[in-house]
């Protein structure tokens, strides 16, 4: 009796769950028409209309994403929600692009519920000019360009309307121009990440209108001036902010201490100089890497490693840093696993308790002017292997134990240290050789040249 109630309960629920299925509506025709002009647009190689001939909500390719929705009197539709182009693994086979791809936004005009639109390694030979997605209105959330170098044009006037937008990722292609005063209309974006680009000029944004940003990386492109005050000013929910290889300049803005949720900060080669470290990262307490590489900061490493101790990187490779390593960087800085400090002009020893340093597992001091003995173990250094880098400090020396250990040829070229020379004069006793103290009467010829020259 059990074992029938079992089965029949399955075969109820298969039933129902099969019925539910059957009884949802097909995808309209004018979407259905639109998906394949898309794919043939992307692929015109490939016979998308024989290969998924049926209801696309049903049967389409990967990374063609359909939906039901109800409206006010209980009807029910299907629409796309999602278009993602580009063959990425295995896990994400979405449709492949052929060499010939286009891109026309007109194609997209009908997807009145497209919330995703995602395009990897599309667009790279032909060029092919950034659309005016505006018709899209506003249900796109995610616009995704990633690896696509011939995608060019600007982005001026084409994306203002789409203010539901969360996440706009553009990197890798060869969009240019000025990022548009207009972004400031899309309040909704919580990450915008505009990497690898050819984008120019001053950075005018007012980004204290987009307080839901998480994510700001505009690096690697050509921006130039002050870094905008607004991003200090409004963005207190920022988690990241990558500026770095752009040509920022001026002093880096004393008010980035506001964002106090800010967990990564990367301004790395710019041209920010000759005003020191910035003391205000001390007050920054949800710091876990901080990235100042390639600017002219100048100055000495500011005593501020206590408030920092949860810190795991930091970069401040060529930035004219000058005098000693301070120790407290050693006796904090437990939880770092990459430090730079090298392409400087440091000097003094390496401080003793750097040898604390216990979870780091790159460390860089090279091309400085350090002297003195490395205060490293055998252990640590055979951790840390091709990691630990003391090259171009000519004056540094491991002992001959950390040699004999085998462990020295992972220190490159550095010396022996030398053994302290004991003076001559102080073996007066413990030996009868009279090549090894001074006899009695070379003691009184002394002592009769003093009494001479005393007179």
Same mark, same amino acid.
């Given at each position: 009796?059990?074992?029938?109630?079992?089965?029949? +309960?399955?075969?109820?629920?298969?039933?129902? +769950?099969?019925?539910?299925?059957?009884?949802?509506?097909?995808?309209?025709? !004018?979407?259905?028409?639109?998906?394949?002009?898309?794919?043939?647009?992307?692929?015109?190689?490939?016979?998308?209309?024989?290969?998924?001939?049926?209801?696309?909500?049903?049967?389409?390719?990967?990374?063609?994403?359909?939906?039901?929705?109800?409206? @006010?009197?209980?009807?029910?539709?299907?629409?796309?929600?999602?278009?993602?182009?580009?063959?990425?693994?295995?896990?994400?086979?979405?449709?492949?692009?052929?060499?010939?791809?286009?891109?026309?936004?007109?194609?997209?005009?009908? *997807?009145?519920?497209?919330?995703?639109?995602?395009?990897?390694?599309?667009?790279?030979?032909?060029?092919?000019?950034?659309?005016?997605?505006?018709?899209?209105?506003?249900?796109?959330?995610?616009?995704?360009?990633?690896?696509?170098?011939?995608?060019?044009?600007?982005?001026?006037?084409?994306?203002? $309307?789409?203010?539901?937008?969360?996440?706009?990722?553009?990197?890798?292609?060869?969009? $240019?121009? @000025?990022?548009?005063?207009?972004?400031?209309?899309?309040?909704?974006?919580?990450?915008?990440?505009?990497?690898?680009?050819?984008?120019?000029?001053?950075?005018?944004?007012?980004?204290?209108?987009?307080?839901?940003?998480?994510?700001?990386?505009?690096?690697?492109?050509?921006?130039?001036?002050?870094?905008?005050?607004?991003?200090?000013?409004?963005?207190?929910?920022?988690?990241? +902010?990558?500026? $770095?290889?752009?040509?920022?300049?001026?002093?880096?803005?004393?008010?980035?201490?506001?964002?106090?949720?800010?967990?990564?900060?990367?301004?790395?080669?710019?041209?920010?100089?000759?005003?020191?470290?910035?003391?205000?990262?001390?007050?920054?307490?949800?710091?876990?890497?901080?990235?100042?590489?390639?600017? !002219?900061?100048?100055?000495?490493?500011?005593?501020?490693?206590?408030?920092?101790?949860?810190?795991?990187?930091?970069?401040?490779?060529?930035?004219?840093?000058?005098?000693?390593?301070?120790?407290?960087?050693?006796?904090?800085?437990?939880?770092?696993?990459?430090?730079?400090?090298?392409?400087? $002009?440091?000097?003094?020893?390496?401080?003793?308790? *750097?040898?604390?340093?216990?979870?780091?597992?790159?460390?860089?001091?090279?091309?400085?002017?350090?002297?003195?003995?490395?205060? *490293?173990?055998?252990?640590?250094?055979?951790?840390?292997?091709?990691?630990?880098? !003391?090259?171009?400090?000519?004056?540094?020396?491991?002992?001959?134990?950390?040699?004999?250990?085998?462990?020295?040829?992972? +220190?490159?070229?550095?010396?022996?240290?030398?053994?302290?020379?004991?003076?001559?004069?102080?073996?007066?006793?413990?030996?009868?050789?009279?090549?090894?103290?001074?006899?009695?009467?070379?003691?009184?010829?002394?002592?009769?040249?003093?009494?001479?020259?005393?007179?």
């Amino acid at each position: 009796m059990a074992s029938f109630l079992f089965f029949y +309960l399955l075969f109820s629920s298969s039933f129902l +769950l099969f019925a539910c299925v059957i009884s949802q509506p097909p995808l309209n025709h !004018l979407e259905q028409e639109s998906v394949y002009s898309v794919l043939e647009s992307i692929n015109s190689e490939t016979p998308w209309r024989s290969l998924f001939p049926d209801d696309l909500c049903s049967s389409a390719p990967h990374g063609v994403v359909c939906d039901y929705f109800t409206d @006010q009197t209980g009807a029910v539709s299907a629409h796309i929600i999602e278009l993602n182009f580009g063959y990425v693994s295995d896990y994400s086979p979405n449709p492949s692009c052929s060499s010939s791809a286009t891109l026309d936004a007109f194609l997209f005009s009908s *997807f009145t519920h497209l919330k995703k639109l995602f395009f990897y390694q599309c667009f790279v030979e032909t060029n092919v000019i950034f659309p005016d997605f505006s018709s899209l209105g506003a249900s796109l959330e995610y616009l995704v360009f990633v690896e696509n170098p011939s995608l060019v044009g600007s982005l001026s006037g084409k994306i203002s $309307s789409l203010t539901s937008l969360r996440r706009l990722v553009i990197t890798g292609t060869s969009v $240019s121009g @000025q990022i548009p005063d207009e972004f400031s209309h899309l309040i909704n974006l919580e990450q915008l990440t505009l990497s690898r680009n050819k984008f120019s000029g001053n950075v005018s944004v007012n980004f204290e209108k987009i307080k839901k940003l998480k994510v700001l990386d505009l690096s690697q492109n050509g921006f130039e001036g002050y870094v905008p005050e607004s991003i200090g000013n409004g963005l207190n929910e920022l988690l990241k +902010l990558d500026l $770095s290889f752009n040509q920022f300049s001026g002093k880096i803005p004393e008010n980035l201490k506001g964002l106090q949720r800010l967990k990564f900060l990367d301004l790395s080669y710019n041209r920010f100089g000759n005003f020191g470290v910035p003391l205000f990262l001390g007050e920054m307490p949800n710091l876990k890497e901080v990235y100042l590489s390639g600017n !002219l900061l100048g100055g000495k490493i500011p005593e501020m490693w206590e408030k920092l101790g949860g810190i795991l990187g930091i970069g401040l490779s060529g930035t004219g840093l000058v005098g000693n390593i301070p120790a407290s960087m050693g006796v904090y800085l437990r939880n770092t696993c990459y430090l730079a400090l090298d392409n400087n $002009s440091l000097e003094g020893t390496v401080p003793e308790e *750097f040898s604390l340093l216990e979870s780091v597992s790159e460390l860089n001091l090279e091309n400085n002017n350090l002297t003195g003995k490395v205060p *490293f173990s055998a252990k640590f250094v055979g951790k840390m292997g091709d990691k630990l880098k !003391l090259e171009g400090n000519s004056e540094l020396c491991i002992d001959e134990e950390l040699r004999n250990a085998k462990v020295g040829q992972k +220190l490159g070229q550095l010396k022996i240290c030398k053994k302290p020379d004991i003076p001559q004069f102080a073996l007066l006793q413990g030996s009868a050789s009279s090549s090894q103290h001074l006899s009695a009467s070379h003691f009184l010829i002394c002592i009769g040249i003093l009494i001479v020259l005393s007179l």
